[in-house]
């Protein structure tokens, strides 16, 4: 069975700063990871995903994530965030057998000008 | 449709009813899952379809709850003698060749 850590539930950050969401999981066979953004009464969106190959993966909306195997981390970054950045991300594993993922607690990314 | 289309976008009902709730899946998705959020609370895994394969019910909560899924396409979830704590917003998602999740913009269930 795997789980999902995101380590703050909340991050106040100003317009244009950097900014990094913290993510670990556990698992004892290998996964697939994803971060999942959710907009104000929306569904979830993908941000980005790692399925294989390059360590540094890079979403959309100028989000990248970095795999770290031996700190088993997905931390996710933006280097200057916009006001319209302000929504919940999650953070997901899954098996890559099994398939169904399981999300973190979500972290609530509050952009302020 | 173009995307993962769930109905009743919101549910009110009285504690000891039962519920049902439908997605509709991308077309060509093979894979279904079904997610519960809680306010405050991240994503928790429901119940999982993989073709004609017998589903994963490992997140099902209680016996209350089932889901089956109609000819590859169509999945209901039913919740059966609502209580309080089944009030959160149910999320559908398929899945294709790419791995990536598509999720519907959910069912708010309220339980009074």
């Known amino acids: 069975a795997q789980s999902v850590t995101q380590l703050d539930s909340q991050v106040p950050v100003f317009e244009e700063a950097p900014v990094e969401l913290r993510c670990n999981y556990s698992s004892s066979v290998s996964v697939y990871l994803f971060w999942y953004v959710q907009y104000p009464n929306q569904g979830l969106q993908l941000l980005l995903k790692?399925?294989?190959?390059?360590?540094l993966v890079k979403g959309i909306n100028g989000f990248e994530a970095e795999f770290n195997k031996s700190q088993t981390s997905f931390h996710l970054r933006k280097p200057s965030v916009h006001i319209s950045d302000t929504a919940e991300y999650f953070c997901?594993?899954?098996?890559?057998?099994?398939?169904?993922?399981?999300f973190g607690s979500g972290t609530r990314l509050q952009v302020q000008p | 449709g173009a995307g993962v289309s769930q109905s009743p976008s919101n549910k009110v009902t009285e504690k000891g009813k039962d519920v049902e709730l439908r997605c509709d899946p991308i077309?060509?998705?093979?894979?279904l899952y079904w997610y519960r959020q809680s306010l405050g609370q991240g994503l928790e895994f429901l119940i999982y379809f993989q073709g004609n394969s017998a589903p994963d019910k490992s997140g099902l909560p209680s016996d209350r709850f089932s889901a089956e899924r109609t000819g590859g396409s169509v999945s209901t979830l039913t919740i059966q003698r609502t209580q309080q704590e089944d009030s959160a917003v149910y999320l559908c998602?398929?899945?294709?060749?790419?791995?990536?999740?598509?999720f519907g913009e959910g069912s708010r269930l309220t339980v009074l």
């Open positions: 997901a594993v899954a098996d890559t057998g099994r398939r169904a993922l399981t």
């Open positions: 998602a398929s899945r294709g060749n790419t791995g990536e999740l598509f």
């Open positions: 790692y399925l294989s190959g390059s360590t």
């Open positions: 077309s060509g998705h093979t894979a």
